[in-house]
């Protein structure tokens, strides 16, 4: 079985066996996927065509015999000399001692070196011994412990005694479709290719392989979400959401329309909706999540909107209030700060359905809250509400259907393996009339200027936010920081302007109520670590400084630049930064070419990273061991096409081509009930 221990290999033993599993490497399954990260290229060249420093393989006859040169402690160097053809030249090794006796006089040899043109001369790296099979050598990641030969060793004897129970884990349909190599074929030649292009093909299967079974695996989820079983019907009146939408003090942009539509088709199926509603910050979705909310109530639904903070809760609820003004929708606002009678009175409503829809934080769906009617949940901002946060509604017997808006763009490669059991929406275009913000690049040195030119802007009765990094490793530094350059901010614009705080020591009532004086225009000048990063509406703010800018994310600082601009003035974001390598020069000065979310995401995930779009570790991101998302994007578009129609297709588990898919995808996930 390849799910055996390490050490069924022979030569494996308990010490060995430990050196193995620091590699992460304890079945023999791993082992044989334990992919090398390059391969150098051994293959025998001439001696006529070799550049001078080009890294070769030379193949010849030894005619001299070995001489070690010691130097100095433990230095050494080796040298012998070789014969190709009728050329001889001088072979060196420097430290390795102990190869003198793999050199034998007369006989072939085969070296890996760097090749010195100039004095005709190879520096050798590796003895490849007379008989090298193929002509790129794996390069393995190894410790002190394992050796890249060792490991060679380990790998090729495992093919030899278990190769033949590597199974085909593809259905054939597949295979020959993409015309992809056989699977046991492939794992031997991801790591003794003889040919790039065999290389090549070796790659393009496992990398399809490893994208078409995780995909099988959320698709699955998500059909089973979709089940009739679980989902419920929101028939909403047609017509008196068409005369809301009407009604509105504006029109919805095509992409309005567009989602609207999408979620209202949703509602009509009986089928559990999770959808993504994805748009940039200021794209409009509130007014989207007002439509959904109006379309639920008029079926008899009631529904909630989840935020993450108690003042996103409040101007959340006062824009519904607005949009739903004349209409008859009994709201509510139910956070943890709502007084214990108040609360109670709530509760009882919410149970007898006296109300239509609540808007709070978390607490909206903690112990003792219950719903007569619970049709439609909506959560901004999702990323921060844990999986078991909406799993505890699913316990009280609730299946409303979800929406969770983001305003974090996520790439399409991202969206598709981080959110695969979702549909998503996305709001692709701006309301008309907006008043682009622009971004500025500068050094620290230029600080001084910039808290000049913001003070004029404060003296014209605008407001400001600074932003200083988050310090990952250290809490108290990062606080201390924010601190310090409060201080000096305060020496700076007092007695002028007053100047506020805000950082995570700080207990989140008393961040409300700074937040809630800023809004109010009682605090000019904010300085914050990223907090305020979640959606509050402050449109007389007009200036977002953020200093050490090349610490963030481009996601995130594009989130931090949606906090202005919101208003009819003019608005700037000031970036901060002294990048010390190109890459970080290239990604402050995209910040300042665009204001298109979603490119700026994209470019993070290429520059970064998957993690670092999210600007945090974003749990359940899956591992690929030979995959990339982005390199690979295309095989991760066909993957999920075929994971997808695979799951149309009616009892595809019962059809004998799928049977080593199935057989495959059971063992590696024994929890999973979808197969049955
Ligand atoms: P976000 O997507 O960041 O949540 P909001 O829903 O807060 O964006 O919308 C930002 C602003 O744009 C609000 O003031 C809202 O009233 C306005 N708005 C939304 N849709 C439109 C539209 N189609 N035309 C004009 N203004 C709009
Ligand atoms: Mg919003």
Known sequence: MLQEPITKLSGVGEKRAQALADLGIETIENLLNYYPFRYDDIKERN???????????????????????????????????????????????????????????????????????????????KILGAKQEGDFAPIYHVSK???????????????????????????????????????????????????????????????????????????????????????????YDVERVKAFTQKLPFSLTNAQKRVTNEICRDFLQAKHMQRLLQGDVGSGKTVVAAIALYAAVTAGFQGALMVPTEILAQQHLASLNQLFDPLEIHTALLTSSTKAKERQEIIEKLQQGEIDVVVGTHSLIQEGVDFSNLGLVITDEQHRFGVNQRRGLREKGFQPDVLFMTATPIPRTLAITAYGEMDVSVIDEMPAGRLPVKTHWIKRGQLEDALKNARIELEKGQQMYVICPLIEESESLDVQNAVELYEELKDFFSPDFVVGLLHGKIKAEEKEEIMGAFKDNEIQVLVSTTVIEVGVDVPNATTMLIIDADRFGLAQLHQLRGRVGRGQQASSCILVANPKNELGKERMKIM???????????????????????GFKQSGLPEFVAADIVADANILEVAKDEAQSLWHKKNWQLLPEYAGLLAYLKEKDPENQFFD
Do not use: C
């Open 592 to 614: 300042t070419e665009t204001n298109n979310g979603f490119l700026l995401s994209q470019k993070d995930l290429e520059l970064r990273g998957p993690g670092e779009v999210f």
């Open 145 to 235: 412990a394992v050796r890249q030969q060792t490991l060679v060793d380990l790998i090729k004897k495992a093919f030899v005694h278990f190769g033949d129970q590597i199974e085909e884990n593809l259905p054939l349909s597949l295979i020959e479709k993409y015309r992809l190599m056989e699977k046991k074929e492939a794992m031997y030649a991801m790591h003794f290719p003889n040919t790039p292009e065999e290389h090549h093909q070796a790659k393009r299967r496992v990398v399809f392989e490893e994208f078409f079974l995780f995909q099988m695996k959320i698709q699955g989820l998500k059909k089973e979400e979709k089940s009739e079983k679980h989902g419920i019907v929101i028939d």
């Open 47 to 125: 001696l006529a065509e070799i550049n001078d420093q080009e890294k070769v393989t030379i193949k010849g006859v030894v005619v001299s015999p070995p001489v070690v040169n010691r130097f100095g402690y433990k230095k050494s160097r080796l040298q012998f000399r070789m014969m190709q053809d009728h050329d001889v030249f001088s072979v060196s090794f420097f430290n390795q001692p102990y190869l003198k006796d793999k050199i034998v006089l007369s006989e072939d040899i085969a070296v890996f070196g760097k090749w010195d043109g100039k004095r005709k001369s190879l520096t050798g790296m």
